[in-house]
T-cell receptor, first 114, second 111 residues
Framework: KAGVTQTPRYLIKTRGQQVTLSCSPI?????VSWYQQTPGQGLQFLFE???????NKGNFPGRFSGRQFSNSRSEMNVSTLELGDSALYLC?????????????FGSGTRLTVV | DAKTTQPPSMDCAEGRAANLPCNHS???????VYWYRQIHSQGPQYIIH?????ETNEMASLIITEDRKSSTLILPHATLRDTAVYYC????????????WGLGTSLAVNP
């Protein structure tokens, strides 16, 4: 079956711009989580969506937002980009059953802010 | 999440077993131990998880001590493709839904 698909794979943006990243989960998976990975901080949880509702949120500023559509596809948006937003952004999907942490991750979108 | 402690790096010879330890002394009775790995520039890959019994799948075996304060991930016959960063995670029980990632163990499998 198809895995988690993230688009685009690579992105270069200028400070102050905004960016939208997309994630298509595995068919039947209703939970989509987003993580930011940088060399200094490792993987940091951004937020999780389930049935079009944000269910959990990490400690990121309001410039980071997301949404989930009825087909479970998700997007995340970062406004007013800063150099420090350069990172690998990872999306993970799961069935979201109770206690289910067996996530399937996509290959990520590598964002470079210049 | 329960705090986990892993060695920062390990080496293993190709074809030998790789035993990756993890300490999670503050684990609660109903919290699972999850293992993921991340090969360079790819997304993390789920390997295995367990509660208190030993678990085995096509990728690895997970040995959890009787007091559940530590565990060991075993790759029985390591290959060069197993070179990766391995993460041991103990998610908080309940519906928190987020994983707290440490720095993991960087495993180098040498020819």
């Amino acid at each position: 079956k198809a895995g988690v698909t993230q688009t685009p794979r690579y992105l270069i943006k200028t400070r102050g711009q905004q960016v939208t990243l997309s994630c298509s989960p595995i068919s039947g998976h209703r939970s989509v989580s987003w993580y930011q990975q940088t060399p200094g901080q490792g993987l940091q949880f951004l937020f999780e969506y389930f049935s079009e509702t944000q269910r959990n949120k990490g400690n990121f500023p309001g410039r980071f937002s997301g949404r989930q559509f009825s087909n479970s596809r998700s997007e995340m948006n970062v406004s007013t980009l800063e150099l420090g937003d350069s990172a690998l952004y990872l999306c993970a999907s799961s069935l979201a059953g109770q206690g289910d942490y067996g996530y399937t991750f996509g290959s990520g979108t590598r964002l470079t802010v210049v | 999440d329960a705090k986990t402690t892993q060695p920062p790096s390990m080496d293993c010879a190709e074809g030998r077993a790789a035993n990756l330890p993890c300490n999670h002394s503050t684990i609660s009775g109903n919290e699972y131990v999850y293992w993921y790995r991340q090969i360079h520039s790819q997304g993390p890959q789920y390997i295995i998880h367990g509660l208190k019994n030993n678990e085995t799948n096509e990728m690895a075996s997970l040995i959890i001590t009787e007091d559940r304060k530590s565990s060991t991930l075993i790759l029985p016959h390591a290959t060069l493709r197993d070179t990766a960063v391995y993460y041991c995670i103990v998610p908080r029980a309940g519906n928190n839904r987020k994983l707290i990632w440490g720095l993991g163990t960087s495993l180098a499998v040498n020819p």
